[in-house]
Each structure stands twice: as C-alpha cells, then as structure tokens.
Nanobody, 123 residues
C-alpha cells in the first residue's frame, strides 16, 4: 500500500513561485512512475507533469517552461517547482503514483493518490 502526502501549497501573487513536495511511504519508490495533477472548482482533474523511474519527464502544454518536476529517490519524494504562476493555476494539486514506473497524462493509469494541496494565485 502506497501512501502519498503532499505539501507546499499556499497563497502566492501572480508571477510568484511555489515548490510542492510529495513524500511516499510503504513502497519501493525508485521504481514508481510519479505525476502531478490538478483540479480547479467545477473542473475535471487534469494532468500537469510526470516523471518515470528513469527520470523521463512529461508536461502539459500549459506549464511547459514554467513548471519542473523532479524526484529524490533517497528521500522518496517528488517535487513540482512552479514559477511564473498565474491566477488560472489556482487549483488543488494532487500527487499520484503508478506501479508500472512510467508516466503520462491518463488519470486512470495511476494507482495511488495523495490528499491534495491547495494552490491559490492572486492577481
């Protein structure tokens, strides 16, 4: 059983930065594929970024050049560095993992999810 706990969300002004963290427990973390999704009120959950166990990265078009995903296997942690934040980035951000070690944008491929962390960007 994988447990994922996100942190690092908060309130930031447009143009600012935040760094989200997701710590995993109960699993061999280095073999997992990891991802970040987000969900705004009234909207479907959408893909933000993923990183495979080989550290291959993938991003949604709307975050390319602004967000960066990384992982620290020794700390069983995946990060999402978010720069140049916009009000439309406001959402609950979720960490997710998949046992197949891969990444990608499909919600249904991920086995485990964290509880989410709120990111609010003011204009």
């Amino acid at each position: 059983q994988v447990q994922l706990v996100e942190s690092g969300g908060g309130l930031v002004q447009a143009g600012g930065s935040l760094r989200l963290s997701c710590v995993a427990s109960g699993v061999s973390f280095s073999r997992l594929g990891m991802a970040w999704f987000r969900q705004a009120p009234g909207m479907e959950r959408e893909f933000v970024a993923s990183i495979t166990w080989l550290r291959e990265e993938d991003y949604a078009d709307f975050v390319k050049g602004r967000f960066a995903i990384s992982r620290d296997n020794a700390k069983k942690t995946v990060f999402l560095q978010m720069n140049s934040l916009k009000p439309e980035d406001t959402a609950v951000f979720y960490c997710a993992s998949t046992d197949d070690g891969r990444g990608g944008p499909y919600v249904n491929k991920y086995n485990y999810w964290g509880q989410g962390t709120q990111v609010t960007v003011s204009s």
